[in-house]
């Protein structure tokens, strides 16, 4: 039985806590997402695309396992991936600018989203993003007999519906992030509080989407808080690096994305906050001037190569600039590795170093070759802990 999970931000950490909660069910659980194929925690060595998805698939069926947790990417699913791996549960994390390249309007991208909620069978479940107004189009598309779980926070919008899973009261830490929930009339044994290792609101309605999966695939509320609280931050998403000064590496490559990764460091740095970032060559242009505007609310930006691939950085670095606008701690360095390195050199231990945009990637694509890259590993030669 698979779940699929699709959305912009937000798949790669929802489809890794889902993997861990069906794992309360069945194992092993095969999983895939863009840090690769697992079956639990066990990465497997097969080609990245479809072969290799098949190969994961059949291993895990070999041995003995009965649930997938799929990241589908809009692309995947344009392509008709839903009608040729039907899921029995889709999720809905949210849906902002990316991809505009490949999509042409966000109706398509949406459309292309919509391809996994469109394939779910009767019986089947849509566990949707209720504070997001995109999903609301998504109860649309349907068929007869499809149960819906909506969830949400406040924070990203009003929501459509009424809530089956939210929460309120977080608090934000070094160490995790802590939530109330709020009762729900259709879980009255939910647990009050949510516990997790990953640090930030996103993360919050990630294990909504991902709580909302495991409620209706049979795991009882109790025994799926208490595993969200074991599962650790995925490699590269809000990943603390190092402490006094805070290094933090962050996937975030999208604005909404951006903005709200920066929303959650503002929250924790008690000194200056800097961000480093730039923006992937060859794609998706609209949204370079909007990463310049989210980036606007950090004391000190430095604007950076992301992968170039066959454009000029520099170009890339003007357009994202033509978003900043006037910023008195705006600076340029082309060289992604010493952009880092300065900016971690001139930070105080009370302040706070994001580098986004490129999270768990070890290696940047320009002009055709991947050279070898990690945004973790240039911190970590530093000295850091």
């Known amino acids: 039985m698979s779940v699929g999970i699709t959305g912009t931000n937000g798949k790669t950490s929802t489809t890794i806590m889902v993997a861990r909660l069906l794992g309360l069910l069945a194992r092993p659980v095969a999983s895939v997402t863009t840090l690769g194929c697992f079956l639990d925690d066990e990465r497997q060595t097969v080609p990245r695309h479809y072969a290799g998805f098949l190969a994961t698939m059949d291993r895990c069926r070999a041995l003995g396992g009965r649930y997938a947790a799929l990241e589908l ?26 991809h505009s390249d490949a999509h042409g309007s966000m109706e398509h991208y949406l459309a292309s989203k919509a391809q996994l909620f469109m394939s779910l069978p009767a019986l089947g479940t849509a566990v949707l993003n209720a504070c997001d107004q995109n999903a609301a189009l998504l109860t649309e598309v349907l068929g007869d007999g499809v149960d819906v779980i909506r969830y949400g926070l406040g924070s990203r919008g009003p929501a459509w519906a009424a809530l089956d899973l939210a929460a309120e009261n977080l608090e934000i830490g070094f160490e995790g992030t802590r939530a109330a929930l709020s009762p729900s009339p259709r879980f009255p044994d939910l647990p009050s509080h949510l516990e997790l290792q990953m640090i930030g609101e996103v993360f ?49 490559h999208t604005p909404d994305a951006l903005a709200r990764t920066l929303a959650t460091a503002r ?72 952009a880092i390195r300065a900016a971690i050199h001139g930070a ?34 530093l000295g850091l802990r």
């Open 73 to 98: 990417t809009s692309e995947a699913l344009a392509f008709g991936f839903a009608k040729a791996w039907p899921c029995r549960v889709g999720a809905f994390t949210n849906l902002s600018l990316d």
């Open 204 to 252: 919050v309605e990630n294990a909504l989407a991902a709580l909302g999966v495991a409620l209706a695939l049979g795991v009882t509320p109790a025994r799926a808080i208490d595993e969200l609280a074991r599962i650790p931050p995925p490699p590269g998403r809000f990943q603390v690096v190092k402490r006094q000064p805070y290094i933090i590496v962050d996937y975030a």
């Open 267 to 338: 929250q924790l740095c008690r000194g200056t906050l800097t961000v480093v970032f730039g923006a992937g060559g060859d794609r998706d242009k609209q949204k370079r001037p909007l990463l310049g505007s989210a980036a606007r609310d950090a004391d000190r930006i430095v604007l950076t190569s992301d992968n170039p691939r066959s454009e000029p950085p520099e170009r890339i670095m003007d357009e994202i600039a033509c978003g900043i606008g006037a910023h008195a701690g705006l600076k340029r360095d082309a060289d992604r590795a010493q």
């Open 348 to 381: 105080g231990s009370e302040d706070l170093v994001l580098i986004a945009g490129r999270g768990h990637e070890q290696s940047q694509e320009v002009n055709g070759s991947h050279l070898t890259l990690s945004d973790v590993a240039i911190a970590q030669e």
